[in-house]
């Protein structure tokens, strides 16, 4: 087993950042525009709670909407993480790949962009809603299905990839195991997750502010209802117990918010800050109030108390890990 954990060094805050009283944070959001894609629902029967659509496959087994703010947040994330990423859809060495499965592929962008970058391969994404877009490479079929459940693919796969299933995954080694008995021999599996948590190298972060009471709630609402909602730092252990070999894990900082001087940091920060702020009230709606017996109004002005102290980039410069997996099933 290789050990492959990264650390981008302490990253440099920037003064005019600091300075900033927030009111850029408008023309932020106006500029990733250009950046996020719609995709729109083919089935719109869901189930509706507390103004937010959910889905109705094995309803209930996933926490977070499925409505049109929670997609267009997605297709944020994603785009953040390739950036992340240097621009690369996986570090798995699995470009030639001729048979790909996309676990929980949500909007469905990764499978998209990697069947266009791969015509060669087979690609599969599947996921408890139908929300992914209708025009596609040829390549690429999205298929409804629950991954927790038992897998009925008749031919095993060149490459799994799984990404930020956060909440959603009730036994992480069973579905590890279930990737490794999908593959064929000397395959190979990638999974990229968070570490649910926020702090920082200056000490910036406040444990009794807003925000980092939210993170907690947050991980405990989840684990009351039997999902993992860190995974990322998990990650190596399950793929290595499973039977994978050539591991590799690799760690990335990512700020929450422009502050870094770095440019490239910058632009990662300030797409990271816009999926935080509007993802808050997706995230802790349902785990709030089924968990932790909130009401809907209370998890409403809590969630603008966090996204006040989120937008003042002068109170604490943030970082969350994010957490790249990839290993191999061996040849024999």
Not at 59 to 70: F, K
Not at 195 to 212: I, K, L, R, V
Not at 269 to 293: D, I
């Amino acid at each position: 087993m290789a050990s492959d954990l990264v650390d981008s060094g302490t990253l440099e805050v920037d003064p005019q950042v600091v300075h900033d009283d927030g009111s850029s944070f408008v023309d932020v959001t106006e500029e990733l525009d250009s950046y996020t894609t719609s995709c729109t629902p083919s089935i719109t029967r869901y189930p509706f709670e507390n103004g937010r659509r959910y889905h109705a496959f094995k309803s209930g087994a996933y926490p977070l909407p499925n409505d049109d703010a929670e997609l267009e947040r997605l297709n944020l994330v994603h785009h953040m993480l390739k950036k992340a990423l240097g621009d690369k859809l996986h570090l798995a060495p699995s470009q030639h790949a001729q048979r790909v499965l996309d676990l929980g592929t949500g909007t469905g962008c990764w499978a998209e962009d990697f069947a266009e970058k791969n015509p060669q391969a087979d690609v599969i994404g599947n996921d408890l809603s139908p929300v992914q877009p209708s025009w596609v490479p040829p390549n690429l079929r999205f298929e409804v299905d629950d991954i927790e459940s038992g897998w009925a693919f008749g031919t095993p796969f060149d490459f799994i990839f799984c990404r930020t299933m956060l909440f959603a995954i009730s036994d992480w080694p069973k579905l590890v195991k279930q990737a490794y008995n999908n593959l064929k021999p000397g395959a190979w599996v990638e999974f990229q997750d968070w570490d649910t948590g926020f702090y920082s190298e200056d000490e910036s972060c406040n444990p009794s502010s807003h925000t980092a009471k939210f993170m907690r709630l947050l991980n405990d609402a989840s684990r009351r209802l039997g999902k993992e909602p860190s995974p990322g730092p998990k990650l190596e252990q399950w793929v290595t117990d499973a039977g994978f070999r050539n591991v590799t894990h690799r760690k990335f900082k990512l700020p929450v918010g422009p502050w870094p001087k770095s440019q490239q940091q910058k632009e990662i920060g300030t797409f990271n800050l816009t999926q935080v702020v509007e993802g808050l009230e997706a995230y802790s709606m349902r785990l709030f109030t089924s968990a932790l017996g909130w009401q809907p109004e209370e998890v409403e002005v809590f969630c603008a108390h966090v996204r006040a102290e989120l937008k003042d980039q002068r109170s604490a410069h943030r970082l969350v890990d994010y957490h790249v997996v990839y290993a191999q099933r061996p040849e024999t």
